[in-house]
């Protein structure tokens, strides 16, 4: 029996490189002009993408059945951390409707010292963002709130904003409820937990870095308290609808206890959730209507405050399907990529300078920060460069978790420093601080790829593959 070695029928063609690269290119305009310029749908550009590389593909002469196989084997491979991703909504609604977030943004706020502004803004933002999962949501409240303090005390708004930003994506991106955060694992097949656990080599010191820097810049600010009516009105407000107990921490220990012991993460996280729907009857007098609705299409709080209503409004199934219609229309595209065999011409040339660890690094932050200048998607900059770039690292043995935590950091945590992008637009609209202001004083957006590229010259923290299948957890 012969055996193909470039797995093709002897009617298909092999493409060249320029042939290769017209999907690329024409993926790069639509988004770059499609979705950076006039604001179009990602999902529906994707599409088009797909479109055209689908009759790429019958022009090389193969059937659709083929290409067909191509998408439903690239999606078949993200299922779990898709279905990841539903109980991540699921988990969000139920832990809100019992109090869980709630409780813990009240006492952050409470028990947080306001003596120096910066560092407070930092990491107040940053276990905003963790609990909730949004750094946007966070920006919106806290950040708006802190933005009129920084005013009030004659803060300059450029250091306040970056302070806000910084925290506020720190925390985004260490949060398993974070939509940014579930879709890194998924480009690059790895794991939630793995992902998470691997991000705090790099993420936690540049982090640390950025505080260091607020503490000895705020010190000559000399803000000795802060009072501020807005997050006055939060805690107020929280504690007003919420009931607070000690064991609306059950869920969270539950979801951590899943996470150390390395067991199955969908079951620890839907027993999390029904805990919480349980505590959301004893505590917060809910019915199970409203949990119901709550798992399904998110927690509508309604306390008859702005600020807290759009803080704590979230989660839920439905929450994730705009992130999942990204990831199907975009691993459409990668899946006739790939059976085509226009992605593997693609990798051989990339293979040939990315031999070493560090040319593989250098590879995938260029790729992810080239993919947010152009389209200004925090989700397409982990997309894209991960599903391009997955085979390589398989190839070179190095772990899935290098990949994903590389193009979030690269990718995702860079968009909100890109004016242009959907990120800059919503930042600078909110809290009134042009992008550019804010840039310098985000540290821990940019520390964090500059200490990636360090471990890709060093090879620290650069796992090894362990296991075929990295989607399971302590892979």
């Keep these: 029996m012969s055996i193909n070695p470039d797995n093709k029928t002897p009617h298909q063609k092999k493409p060249n490189l320029a042939v290769a690269l017209i999907p690329i290119v024409a993926m790069g305009l639509l988004l770059g002009i499609g979705y950076g310029i006039y604001k179009i749908s990602p999902q529906v550009l994707l599409v088009s993408a797909a479109f055209i590389t689908g009759c790429l593909g019958l022009l090389l002469r193969f059937t659709w059945r083929e290409m067909e196989r191509g998408i439903v084997d690239s999606i078949h491979k993200a299922m779990p951390a898709i279905l990841i991703m539903l109980c991540v909504g699921i988990l969000i609604g139920a832990w809100i409707a019992s109090g869980t977030i709630p409780m813990v943004i009240y006492y952050g706020l409470k028990l947080i010292s306001p003596k120096f502004f910066l560092v407070t803004a930092c990491f107040v933002c940053s276990i905003t963002s963790i609990t909730t999962g949004t750094s946007w949501g966070t920006i919106g409240t806290l950040g708006v709130a802190f933005i ?24 985004d991106k260490m949060s398993p409820f974070s939509d940014v955060t579930n879709l890194a694992p998924v480009a690059a097949g790895s794991n939630l937990f793995d992902h998470i656990k691997h991000m705090l080599w790099s993420a936690t010191p540049a982090w640390l870095l950025g505080l260091f820097i607020y503490f000895l810049v705020g010190l000559k600010y000399g803000a000795e308290s802060v009072e501020s009516e807005t997050m006055i009105l939060i805690t107020q407000t929280l504690k007003a609808n919420f009931h607070f107990n000690i064991f609306l921490l059950l869920p969270m220990a539950i979801v951590f206890y899943f996470a150390a012991t390395k067991k199955p993460t969908i079951p620890g996280m839907l027993l999390s959730s029904f805990v919480a729907g349980i505590l959301a009857i004893i505590f917060q007098k809910a019915s199970i209507t ?22 704590i409004s979230r989660g839920g199934m439905m929450s994730m399907m705009e992130t999942q219609l990204v990831a199907f229309t975009a691993f459409s595209f990668g899946g006739i990529m790939q059976r085509t065999g226009l992605l593997a011409i693609i990798l051989e040339k990339v293979m040939k300078f990315a031999s070493k660890i560090w040319s593989i690094v250098l590879t995938t932050i260029a790729s992810s920060i080239v993919t947010a200048l152009v389209t200004g998607s925090s989700y397409l900059s982990m997309i894209i460069p991960g599903e391009l770039l997955a085979p390589v690292y398989k190839k070179k043995n190095l772990a899935a978790k290098n990949l994903s935590r590389i193009i979030e950091e690269s990718g995702a945590i860079i968009v909100p420093l890109i004016p242009w992008s959907m990120a800059g637009v919503y930042i600078t609209g909110t809290i009134g601080v042009s992008t550019y202001s804010y840039l310098p004083w985000a540290i821990m957006n940019y520390a964090a790829v500059i200490i990636l590229a360090i471990f890709g010259f ?5 796992a090894p593959k362990i296991r075929e299948d990295e989607t399971q957890i302590g892979s």
Aim: no cysteine; glycine share 18%; aromatic share 8%.
């Design 148 to 171: 009129g303090i920084a005013m009030g005390l004659g803060i300059p708004l450029g250091p306040a904003a970056g302070a806000i930003v910084a925290g506020a994506y720190f925390g």
């Design 290 to 311: 409203e949990i119901a609705t709550a798992l399904n299409t998110g927690y509508q709080a309604n306390t008859g405050v702005e600020q807290v209503d759009k803080l």
């Design 458 to 462: 060093t090879k620290f923290s650069m």
